[in-house]
């Protein structure tokens, strides 16, 4: 793996290696190279498989934090990808070219995080929150309690219950 990141930190920004063991790196790159990086990682040094591609929303620092996470049939590796976007404009450039399932992941970004993949397919489409007139549910500053209690509460017949009262009454009760 060290010789892997040896030949990428030739070849491109990469701001951040975490080593976590000796068959998986991640790595932290430049928005700008993304697709780049990506393309390069398939085509040149084997990573064929897009396993996973996410997003973390760190409030706090005020930005998305894409992951691709990729795997080499060859080398039995898997390396991760940090991507860092602003949460004022969280646009980042589409990989559905590269891999077609990404344009199902973007998707499901898009409608949960709010964020945008230019030209991806279908991107407007609902995904699986159709009619979803709130902000998107997986972004911190969305208040799922009072989400909760706005759509689905108080019911005729809903109670309420105290977690700790409850299970000693059901668990020790005699």
Sequence with gaps: MQHLITRLNERFSIENVIAQRADLAFVTIPKAELVMFLTHLRDIEGFTHLVFFTAVDQIERH?????????????????GVYVELERQNPVMESIHHLWAQAATFQRELHEMFGLNFPGSPRIEDSFILEGWQDIPP?????????????????????????????????????
């Design 138 to 174: 997986m972004r911190r500053d969305f208040d799922t309690k009072a989400y909760s209690e706005k759509t689905f509460y108080p019911r005729p017949g809903r109670t309420t219950d105290d977690p700790r009262e409850y299970m000693k009454e059901k668990l020790y009760s005699s």
């Design 63 to 79: 930005i998305f934090q894409l992951i691709y996470t990729l795997h080499n049939y060859d080398s039995h590796t898997d390396l």
